[in-house]
């Protein structure tokens, strides 16, 4: 299997996996490519299949990650690990992650980190698949989430979620609330378009907070910076697909 790097030298030229062919979300995939160009300063990797596919791993020093957690001084973070399709099961994201452990091993880190659902949870890496990559939890959260980490110093203190993720500092307690970044391209139409149009159609209003550093992110009550939304105080889902008409109803009839 070819690997490739991502860097600010190829980047203008090579495609970075998700939205490669949606038009509608051309600005969100610019907008991603410039979120990364700026992470690369920090040392910020991406590595993808050589291949016109949803193959590739994104992760850098958990210190200047895009997540709330503390404590993570000297580890490396997984912030995205994404095989689709007919991608599975060959051994790629395996590959991928090696890649990860293996520069973690050479930058003599404590270890790796990844943020999961506690169960599968849209947009984030398979818990079950991870947990049996050598993966242990050290932390989690009452909505649902857990922070795993890849020891490679036994002796070295666990990393854990900061106390904004216990939603106590929401921005709203009313109504809906969203917190999203450039993380992914598909992001900003969604949000700015989708989003917008089904909560008019609805008769509803919606907070929306956009994270613009990883320093907002550290201090956000939100689990997943690419999309977290909240209704009346409460976690209810990662999955973008709920800004669209046609989903809405269906994931929110629970709660609304």
């Not at 200047?64 to 599975?88: F, H, M, R």
Request: proline content about 2%; hydrophobic content about 35%.
């Amino acid at each position: 299997m070819n690997i490739i790097d991502i860097t600010e030298k190829n980047i203008d030229s090579e495609h970075i996996c998700c939205a490669i062919s949606d038009k509608k979300c051309i600005d969100g995939y610019n907008l991603k490519k410039s979120w990364l160009k700026k992470e690369f300063l920090n040392g910020f990797k991406f590595r993808r299949l050589d291949e016109r596919a949803k193959v590739f791993i994104e992760y850098g020093e958990s210190v200047s990650a895009w997540a709330p957690i503390t404590d993570d001084e000297n580890y490396l973070l997984i912030q995205c690990l994404w095989v689709s399709g007919s991608y599975k099961s060959k051994g790629y994201g395996k590959e991928l992650l090696n890649n990860a452990i293996e520069d973690a091993k050479k930058e003599k880190k404590d270890g790796i980190l990844i943020i999961v659902g506690t169960k599968k949870m849209h947009f984030m890496c398979d818990t079950k698949w991870i947990l049996k990559q050598g993966f242990e939890t050290i932390d989690t959260t009452e909505s649902g989430f857990s922070l795993l980490s890849y020891k490679i110093n036994k002796d070295a203190k666990n990393p854990k979620f900061t106390d904004t993720v216990k939603n106590e500092n929401l921005k709203s307690k009313e109504g809906l609330l969203v917190y999203y970044s450039n993380r992914c391209p598909f992001t900003d139409y969604h949000i700015n378009t989708s989003l917008k149009e089904t909560v008019i159609k609805r008769n509803l209003t919606v907070n929306i907070v956009k994270l613009e550093s990883f320093e907002d992110a550290k201090k956000s009550p939100a689990l997943s910076s690419i999309f977290t939304l909240f209704y009346n105080g409460k976690f209810i889902t990662t999955d973008i697909s709920v800004c669209m008409d046609s989903r809405f109803d269906k994931i929110m009839s629970k709660h609304i």
